[in-house]
């Protein structure tokens, strides 16, 4: 049964539902759970060159139904393509693949020292500007990195995504994404699965009547401007994790979930590419 559309999260003019469908790791069946995951409700879809799952995508789209101008699509410019001629290349490629005329949302998926940053913003604002796409951020960036970025881009940084769960609750970041009015879109907000048999969150569900993984989407949701992007290839669960906009945790309940911040909890840490994290 279709849920109704999450809210809408706004940045300089973007409109971004408060919680997507993530696309990475799913290739196989990529097509299937994206037509399922909008025919539940979902309008914000994250896919990434990376991630193999760009035509997957495309194909959903096209078998859901849903017409285009109602989903919220982003897609990625992964690190080795940051240079001009380079990254305009990767984003008309990214269309093809879609199958669409412009995405929502572009971002560089990681920052890579090995290219000026200026160039970057430079050819991001550009293809802006071309029509590919209707908003332009960053993800994976820091916030020295994010004010860089937003310094050197011509067009507004409407979004940072980044790593965001209880066990590393990043709140300096999401500080400082409130500060510059930019949402924060969180990958990983079950941990991969890490955070499904934790006992804090299990306790909280049972109180509310929800799951463990409701719970923990619910704790990113109330945080202000951060819409997490939960992924899963069953269709229950793909249900599941957008029923979560029908109950409210207590302010002690967020303060309990939040103190499960732990050291080493992060999932997605590539050396040689990360940056130096906030928290």
Known sequence: MPVAPAPLLNSHGAAIPAIGFGTSSIPTRC????????????RHIDTAQKYGTEK??????????I???????????????????DFQRSAEGSLRDLGVDYVDLLLVHWPNAAIPLAETMGVLAKVKRRGLTRHV?????????????????????????????PYINPVKVHAGCVARGVVLTGYCPLGRGSLLDDPVLAEIGRAKGKSVAQVALRWQIQHEGCAPLPRSSNPGRIAENLAVFDFVLDPWEMKRISSLKRPGAKIADPKGRAPAWDD
Not at 31 to 42: D, F, S, T
Not at 57 to 62: A, S, Y
Not at 67 to 85: N, Q
């Open 56 to 65: 997957g995508v495309g194909e959903g789209i096209r078998a859901s139904g």
């Open 67 to 85: 017409p285009r101008s109602e989903i919220f699509l982003t897609t990625k410019v992964s690190h080795e393509y940051l240079r001009a001629d």
């Open 31 to 42: 097509g299937p759970l994206v037509a399922e995951a909008l025919k539940i409700g979902y």
């Open 137 to 165: 951020g960053v993800a994976n960036f820091n916030l020295a990195m994010l004010d860089e970025a937003i310094a050197l881009c011509a067009e507004p940084i409407v979004n940072l995504q980044t790593e965001f769960h």
